[in-house]
């Protein structure tokens, strides 16, 4: 049975309050039956130096990576990880981590693809824990297998991939969501390891980076900053989000259909990895400044 709403007044302004938790109402709730609380960082490593009290570890690279093609696990396996992380389909599960909460939206995006019914962020992910010096933990919690059955697994409404793109770009809203350099490909400051062929973006995508989104402490901004942010863009329009591997349209994802309520909005998380290295794929660019 889902725990109640998060009554924080900042959420009751987003289109889709029930998605988010603050650090206050997250550790007044610690040990309730029905709760899961998953670190997911980009470095993995966190977790061993302190958590939070009862939260699992899910590792994107590791974890929720198929081992031998560039895609995810499939239905199978996600539920044998849930059975090993004691998570059952019924729970609630807020997933929080590291830089501002990228890896988290990946992870929250991937467990909305595989059918859970109630995933939320931590407002402020790991750093907001960390600044109001609530409790952390070393041990790593053993719960029991959780017998988790994947109800529905229908990647359609969140989930875009090339050849879509490449046959209805017209037609298609494409937000890119990394840095103004690296929409400009004049470097890829966030992945210098990518080895990308080719740098820029997709012919008519715009930009506006992910961290337009967020305070300096990781933080969503409230929502009239938000619609400001993404005035130009209209509720009826078929939105891709896409950035280097999928982490950051994710988080972008997320502010889009669930603090802002667009309705049609998929991660094209294929990503500029993909685009960038394809033979024969139209890239723009924009001046050097």
Not at 16 to 26: C, I
Not at 92 to 99: A, F, I, L, P
Not at 155 to 161: D, V
Not at 214 to 231: I, P, V, W
Request: aromatic share 12%; glycine share 6%.
């Amino acid at each position: 049975m889902p725990l109640p709403l998060d009554p924080n007044p900042q959420f009751e302004q987003y289109a889709h309050p029930e998605r988010l938790v603050s650090a206050s109402w997250l550790s007044a709730r610690l040990g309730s039956p029905g709760l899961r609380v998953v670190e997911s960082d980009e470095d993995a490593l966190l977790y061993d130096i302190g958590h939070i009290p009862g939260a699992v570890r899910i590792d994107w690279a590791k974890d929720l990576n198929d081992k031998t093609i560039r895609d995810f696990i499939d239905a199978d396996a996600f539920a044998k990880l849930m059975d090993e992380k004691g998570i059952a389909a019924d729970d609630t599960v807020v997933v929080y981590g590291d830089k501002s909460n990228w890896w988290a939206a990946f992870t929250l995006w991937i467990f909305e693809l595989f059918g859970h019914k109630d995933v939320r962020i931590l407002d402020g992910g790991r750093d907001a824990w960390m600044a109001e010096e609530r409790d952390t933990s070393y041990a790593v919690p053993d719960y029991p297998a959780s017998n988790y059955e994947v109800s529905e697994h229908n990647e359609a409404p969140s989930r875009i991939f090339v050849d879509e793109i490449r046959s209805r770009r017209e037609e298609l809203t494409l937000l890119d969501v990394r840095s103004e350099k690296e929409f400009a490909g004049r470097t890829s400051e966030e992945y210098p390891q990518s080895n990308v062929s080719r740098h820029g973006h997709i012919p008519g995508a715009r930009n506006i980076s992910w961290e337009h989104s967020t305070h300096a402490n990781g933080r969503f901004r409230d929502f009239e900053d938000l619609q400001q942010t993404f005035k130009d863009f209209e509720k009826e329009e078929d939105i891709v989000v896409y950035c280097q591997v999928g982490e950051r349209a994710a988080h972008s994802w997320f502010v889009l259909k669930y603090l802002l309520g667009y309705p049609n909005v998929r991660n094209y998380d294929g990503g500029w990895v993909e685009w960038g290295n394809m033979v024969r794929m139209p890239i723009a660019t924009e001046p050097s400044a």
